[in-house]
């Protein structure tokens, strides 16, 4: 498995967003805003990104362009969205992402479900003729929710190149149990969002990863037993963001080693 940083949640300058990541530990980067808050790949200073990812040998490990955020039933505005994903397929291959995060849409019920599969299936076709996977990311308050909901979803769309960027905060959130929720996905999680948080009076408040209601060590040990060996996407959603960052990686990197340690004693 492979730490990583979700940049934009620490900040939005490339700079600072390296030195963090190799201070903290961490072996690659999750772009999505970076140089300002309207600043968002791939329309970003390509040419700069690149000479600092070849000066601190990190490799991009996905980029979220922002894709599918908005309703399933604003079919124009999805229907652009999949023409710009081209820009992006092709940003992804310059700069050697393997890739794409997406969300799922907004709505309810069946037809909104056949129309999240319908975008989801054409934008996933695009990404399997570049050799790019697209990661459909469950969120709160979208058509894919919960784990058991992303897996019907991906189960829907039937393309190996579409696959689950897993967040098991969003699902504890939605009211998933996180272990149930990675069980719901089986073997199609491409990549994981780190963060934790709790459910509260006044809704969800976010958490450092090693005390909110997601039990990270069962997570990862859940992951390495499945043989998951993708990125582990770190999101510091808590403040202050480098103080916390750094306790949040620490934390991540230890759970991380103990579950392999666990599997390889397990497995002899």
């Given amino acids: 498995m492979i730490p990583s940083l979700l940049t934009e949640t620490v900040t939005y300058d490339l700079e600072r967003a390296v030195h963090y990541a190799l201070l903290w530990g961490l072996e690659g980067l999750e772009l999505g805003r970076v140089g300002g808050i309207r600043d968002r790949v791939p329309f970003i200073n390509e040419q700069k990104l690149k000479a ?10 996905a980029v979220d362009p922002g894709t599918f955020v908005g309703d399933v039933a604003e ?15 092709r940003f992804c291959a310059r700069i050697g992402c393997p ?7 907004r709505g309810e019920g069946k037809d909104a479900f056949t129309g999240a599969v319908e975008a989801l299936r054409a934008a996933g076709r695009k990404a399997e003729r570049s050799g790019i996977r697209l990661c459909v990311i469950n969120e709160a308050s979208y058509l894919a929710a919960s784990g058991e909901e992303l ?21 504890v959130q ?3 149990e996180a272990d149930a929720g990675l069980a719901a996905l089986g073997g ?15 809704g969800w408040e976010p958490r450092p990863i090693d005390s909110g209601e997601v039990d990270w060590s069962s997570q990862l040990r859940a992951l390495a037993y499945d043989g998951f060996d993708g990125p582990l996407s770190l999101d510091v959603d808590v403040v202050p963001a480098g103080t916390e960052g750094l306790r949040g990686s620490t934390a991540l990197i230890r759970r991380l080693r103990s579950a392999v340690r666990e599997v390889r004693v397990g497995d002899r």
């Fill in 52 to 61: 600092r990812l070849r000066a601190s040998e990190l490799p991009v490990i």
């Fill in 75 to 89: 079919r124009s505005a999805w229907l652009n969205e999949l023409v710009q994903l081209d820009e992006t397929l």
């Fill in 99 to 105: 890739r794409i995060v997406v969300s799922s849409l």
């Fill in 151 to 171: 897996a019907l979803l991906l189960e829907a769309v039937n393309l190996e190149a579409v696959r689950a960027a897993w967040d098991p905060a969003a699902a």
């Fill in 174 to 176: 939605s009211g998933e």
């Fill in 188 to 202: 199609r999680v491409e990549l994981v969002r780190c963060r934790n948080g709790e459910r509260t009076g006044n």
